[in-house]
């Protein structure tokens, strides 16, 4: 078998007649709210928007779902990322807590809302567990206990209990509920579907080059015509050309995944329970999941971005590199080749969280960038930029903001 290099199994797999199209967008008009970017984030505050009944306006440069969404490692975890304990270094056991409910929340509500939206995205609930080799156990048993203490609810995990359920070689773990598989794309393309069902209008290929803004209002302007708009949401990953200023909050990061061929049942016996997202201390970390098809899917070996000319033999090393490190957890899987390797580009702050809310620099504008480390930023962002479009920000959600 060939791997296929640089195209996600999720855009790749999808047959072209089930992929929305959209229009381009042309002409002079007004909106309550002009989103910028339709990955997860945008579509998900889009229907947020129309089913509040704000008159929404979406628009995407390239074509929807297929930026840093639809290469993900199709993960909705209850977990923003960072360590608590490096949450609350930085901003406090409160805001760590509050950060860390806010995810959980999320991820709820986004499985929640794509069930009753019955958008068939293959969402599957899971546990998570994170484990440590070695050395890493005392940091685990530390990160462990300071979320129990913050009264956040997970288990911890022997040697023989790891080897039982996960046929894993491990000093110790830790379990937590409430995380989800999917296919982010579909996910993506659904909640745009709903969104326009609600009356929220989406442009493709529509890239906005500008965003100017008096003391009423803001003018978002595309290629083909400008939009007058009360409240502007940019939802672009990362902070791209348009908002250069704001690039010095976002270091360039690139992560990679392998997607292996389906895993022969013989084989599958002697690796972990499918039902487990596994991720490890690694720095960086690597995420590991079952994925439709029973194939694995490995994401990590992340680093700072690389030159154009050179990734493509980047990308081809770092699948290697993947397969060979999965290779050493689970030997079992010896011979079993990459169907997929792919890169993801993202937009990483200095503590790791996503940017959501408002920048004084910006009026009218409120931001929703960076990489979450999975799709459930998308749902904690929709749920605080409804709040703050509809004047009733909360307290509680300034620790995303700008000024952190
Ligand atoms: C290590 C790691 C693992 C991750 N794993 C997952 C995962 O498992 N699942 C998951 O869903 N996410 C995952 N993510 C997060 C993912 O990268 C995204 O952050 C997330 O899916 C939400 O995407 P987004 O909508 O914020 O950004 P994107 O999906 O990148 O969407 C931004 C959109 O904005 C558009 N755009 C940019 N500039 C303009 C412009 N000027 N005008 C109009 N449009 C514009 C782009 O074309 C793009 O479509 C991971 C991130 C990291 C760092």
């Given at each position: ?7 996600s199994?999720?855009i790749h797999?999808?047959?072209s ?9 042309r002409g ?5 709210v ?7 984030t945008?579509c998900?505050?889009?229907h ?15 074509r929807?779902?297929?930026?840093g969404?639809?290469?993900g490692?199709?993960l909705l975890?209850?977990d923003p ?5 490096a949450?609350?270094a ?5 805001d760590a807590r ?8 999320g991820?709820?509500?986004g499985?929640?809302l794509?069930?009753?939206?019955r958008?068939n995205?293959?969402?599957?609930p899971r546990?998570s567990?994170?484990?440590a080799?070695?050395?890493e156990e005392r940091?685990?048993r ?9 009264g956040?609810e997970?288990t911890w995990q ?11 070689d491990?000093a110790?773990?830790?379990r937590m509920r409430?995380?989800?598989t999917l296919?982010?794309?579909r ?11 609600r009356?929220?209008?989406?442009f493709?290929q ?8 008096t003391?009423r209002?803001?003018?978002v302007?595309a290629?083909?015509?400008?939009i007058r708009a009360?409240k ?8 791209t050309?348009e908002f ?13 995944f392998a997607?292996?061929a389906?895993?022969?049942a013989a ?9 487990i997202?596994?991720a ?8 590991i ?11 990590g070996?992340d680093q700072?971005?690389t ?8 990308l081809?090393?770092?699948?290697g590199q ?5 290779l050493?957890m689970y030997p079992?899987?010896s ?7 792919w890169d ?5 702050a200095y503590?790791?969280?996503m ?7 910006y ?5 929703a ?13 929709s ?7 509809q004047g ?8 995303f903001g700008?000024t952190?």
């Open positions: 078998m060939r791997t296929r290099f640089g195209s199994p999720y797999e999808l047959p007649s089930r992929v929305p199209a959209y229009p381009r967008f002079d008009r007004a909106a309550d002009v989103i910028i970017g339709a990955g997860l945008g998900a505050v889009a947020a928007c129309a089913a509040a009944g704000l008159d929404t306006l979406v628009l995407e440069a390239e929807i779902g297929r930026g969404t639809g290469r490692a199709g975890l209850p990322g960072p360590s608590f304990r949450l609350a930085a901003h406090g056991v409160r509050r950060v860390f409910e806010a995810w959980r929340r991820a709820m509500e499985a929640a794509l069930r009753r939206l958008i995205c293959q969402l599957a546990d567990m994170l484990v080799r070695g050395d940091a685990l530390r990160e462990f206990d300071a979320r129990r203490e913050a956040l997970l022997s040697p023989k209990q790891l080897h039982t359920r996960m046929k894993l491990a110790a773990g830790v409430d995380s989800f296919d982010p794309y996910a993506c393309l659904g909640l745009l579907t709903a969104a326009v069902r009356g929220a209008e989406c493709e529509s890239r906005v080059m500008k965003v100017r803004f003391r209002h803001a003018d302007i290629a083909h015509g400008t009360g502007v949401v940019v939802a672009t990953g990362s902070a050309a250069k200023p704001l690039r010095r909050h976002l270091k360039r990061r690139e992560t990679y997607l292996t389906p895993v022969p084989v599958r016996k002697q690796l972990g329970d499918p039902a997202v596994l490890d201390m690694g720095t960086p970390p690597h995420r999941r079952w994925a439709p098809g029973d194939r694995l899917l490995v994401g070996a700072g971005e030159p154009p000319k050179t990734r493509s033999a980047v081809v090393q770092r699948t993947l397969m060979y490190e999965l050493t079992a899987i011979g079993l080749q990459a169907e997929y390797g993801a580009s993202y937009g990483e503590d790791g969280l940017y959501i809310g408002a920048h004084r620099n009026p009218h504008h409120l931001f960038l960076g990489g979450s480390g999975s799709a459930t930023g998308a749902f904690v962002a749920r605080i930029l409804l709040r703050a479009l009733s920000p909360d307290k509680a959600d300034e620790v700008w952190r």
